[in-house]
Each structure stands twice: as structure tokens, then as C-alpha cells.
């Protein structure tokens, strides 16, 4: 049993290698394909752009589970439910109030919902 495990493992760390190596590759591809010829900017060699890689990383994506996009939508899915959370405790006239100020400081019609008459005229 130790020996599949230990199959599977060098298997992930071959492919790893083997994904990091073919991303640096692409990447040092494309830079000195273009930046060059655009930018008259340096050539780089695969460590530099193993390191531009990680600098990039560490400066824009970080190093959690489910990078930026998960994070923003994590987010975003909290506060929507905070919000009907908070809609639900307020009473029609309120929902009503405060629906039409949000209509006032934003744009037009930002969370109209259309009527029976509205929706039998686009459809």
C-alpha cells in the first residue's frame, strides 16, 4: 500500500514540475516575443522569468485556495445575504422607501422589477 502512495505522489510532483516548467517556458515565450519587438525591454532567461512569475504572484494574486475571482465572489455572496438579511427585518412601506432612494442616487430604474404589462410588451 506504501508504495502505491508513493507512486501517486512522485507522479504529482513529476506533473507539477512538469506544469511549472511548461508555464515558465510559455511565459518567457511570450515576453521575449513581444516585448522586445514593442517596449525595447530586456530579454529574460527562464530563472527571470520564474521569478517574474512569483513577484506576480505574490504581488496580485496571493497564495490562498481559490485565488481572487473565489475570494470576490465569496464576498459578494456575504454580503448579499446580508443584505436580504437586513431587507427581510423592513416592512413593505420601508422596502418600498428605500427602493425608490436607491433609485434616486443611482443610476435609473437599478432594481425595477418589471410588471406583468412590462414583461408582455419586451417578450
Do not use: Y
Not at 25 to 38: D, H, K, Q
Amino acid at each position: 500500500m506504501k508504495s502505491f502512495w508513493l507512486k501517486k505522489a512522485l507522479k504529482l510532483v513529476f506533473f507539477g514540475a512538469l506544469f511549472l516548467a511548461v508555464a515558465v517556458f510559455g511565459t518567457m515565450s511570450l515576453w521575449n516575443w513581444l516585448v522586445p519587438a514593442l517596449f525595447h525591454g530586456p530579454v529574460l532567461s527562464f530563472g527571470q522569468t520564474l521569478g517574474l512569475l512569483v513577484l506576480s504572484r505574490v504581488l496580485l494574486g496571493g497564495w490562498g485556495r481559490g485565488g481572487g475571482r473565489a475570494r470576490w465572489a465569496r464576498g459578494r455572496a456575504i454580503w448579499q445575504r446580508q443584505a436580504a438579511a437586513g431587507m427581510a427585518n423592513l416592512s413593505p412601506e420601508a422596502r418600498e422607501q428605500f427602493r425608490q432612494q436607491m433609485e434616486r442616487r443611482c443610476a435609473s430604474g437599478w432594481a425595477r422589477r418589471a410588471t406583468a404589462d412590462e414583461a408582455t410588451q419586451t417578450a
